[in-house]
């Protein structure tokens, strides 16, 4: 069933999707581990989550193109 609504909603879940996770990877890691050597750890965990993320905002902009209708 395409729908030109589900097709817009998704591509703006995927706008923020991508914007966060670009924050995550941008932005300043906070404390997931705590210690003098885990500051390298961190910025791992940080960027591996803001993949993530940006990951789940391609896959929402895949959905929406294939639930666009072309007419």
Do not use: H, Q
């Not at 999707?17 to 300043?28: K, Q, R």
């Amino acid at each position: 069933m395409k729908s030109k609504v589900g097709a817009i909603v998704l591509m703006g879940v995927s706008v923020l999707f991508a914007l966060w996770g670009l924050s995550i990877i941008l932005g300043t890691p906070e404390r997931i581990l705590s210690g003098g050597s885990a500051d390298a750890y961190n910025y791992l965990i940080a960027v591996g989550k803001g993949t993530g993320l940006i990951c789940v905002g391609i896959i929402a902009a895949v959905l929406a193109s294939a639930l666009n209708p072309k007419n």
